[in-house]
């Protein structure tokens, strides 16, 4: 917890107004999105809202052409291919914008010949099939829905004759993520928004991922995406060129005026990844942030889990009270103890703390001592 207070001047012929804000202490946040992002790179974003590079200018109002902010893009986009392990694999890094849900539009756009398959874990993925049946046949290969996706299915055989095989690999809204991602013969294709950057895999497996800024990588505005370039062209139907992958690599992910805050907060956070070990470092913190929150959840008889135990997600931790009763008493305590965002999503209720990779790990505490004192006090 801090409070920061800030001093402006303006200056004119005669003399220098000055201005204070003071701005109220900083709360634990674990909200689902916009979230919460390391404070290192807020104090160098804001910094250059006022003046960029010594330049005179804000990064907000600089050209996207200019040099600064094409040095900007092309580290952005260097950085998600080291992070991830995929440089000199054939892969291109695009920040785009429209979220998560243009690309639902997108990938089936410029994929989808004949017939793809889904795996419907959420609210997103199911999202995601209604784009995809604009294009072609779409095949569930299987679904948790009807038991209110509290669970990841596995199991299930996945057809020979796909164009793509689309998951989605974590579920904010239901507290789902998968961990073992199954082995394909056909382009596998990953919505990873809530939780990409956050733990280890061989993303060489993925032929085409896509997420949303705003959990573990910046503010909303950018989407990335990135494609193995071999797996573009192949569609029969023209695409129009702001839907068209391969426009947008042609020019670098400036084939129009690109979100340029979000883009540039965006390079920051993985530059601070980066710089603090990369996703194995994180992975270890956020794998420390779960236990603690779902020791607390398993062990306190006021609170449920939702999500199946063996489906847990590491980024969003699901949970409902127990006694309905309560609510009003842990709602107080935990807006007392400065928590944000706990409130569940309005399609499900109870509670989810989101644990993206700029959560510390005393925020999560400053929660599970929450936890705790209701169960003394009930």
Sequence with gaps: MWSLCCVLQSKTKTNINIIQLHIPMKKHNFSAGPCILPQEVFKEASEAILDFNNSGLSIIEISHRSKDFVDVMEEARHLVLELLGLEGKGYKALFLQGGASMQF??????????????????????????????????????????????????????????????????????????????????????????????????????????????????????????????????????????????????????????????????????????????????????????????????????????????????????????????KETFDAMWKEAGINGVNGHRSVGGYRASMYNAMTLDSVAVLVDVMGDLERKA
Excluded at 178 to 195: N, R, W
Excluded at 197 to 225: C, E, H, W
């Design 105 to 326: 539009l997108m990938t089936a756009y410029n994929l989808l010949e004949t017939k793809a398959g889904y795996l419907n874990t959420g609210s997103w993925s199911d999202k995601a099939i209604k784009e995809a049946k604009l294009f072609g046949e779409v095949v569930e290969v299987a679904s948790s829905k009807d038991a209110n996706y509290n669970f990841i299915p596995k199991g299930y055989d996945i057809p020979k004759d796909l164009d793509y095989l689309h998951l989605t690999s974590n579920n904010t809204i239901f507290g789902t993520q998968i961990k073992d991602f199954p082995e394909v013969s056909v382009p596998l294709v990953c919505d990873m928004s809530s939780d990409i950057f956050s733990r280890t895999m061989d993303f060489s497996k993925f032929d085409l991922i896509y997420a949303g800024a705003q959990k573990n990588m910046g503010p909303s505005g950018t989407t990335l995406v990135v494609v193995k370039e071999d797996l573009l062209g192949k569609v029969s139907r023209k695409i129009p060129s702001m839907l068209d992958y391969q426009v947008h690599i042609s020019k670098a992910s400036m084939f129009n005026t690109p979100p340029v805050f979000a883009v540039y907060t965006s390079m920051l956070t993985l530059r601070w990844l980066k710089n603090n070990g990369g996703i194995a470092a994180i992975e270890e913190l956020n794998e420390k942030k779960a236990n603690l929150i779902y020791s607390e959840i398993d062990v306190n008889p006021l609170f449920n889990g939702f999500a199946e135990k063996e489906d847990r997600s590491m980024m969003n931790a699901t949970f409902t009270l127990a006694n309905g009763d309560l």
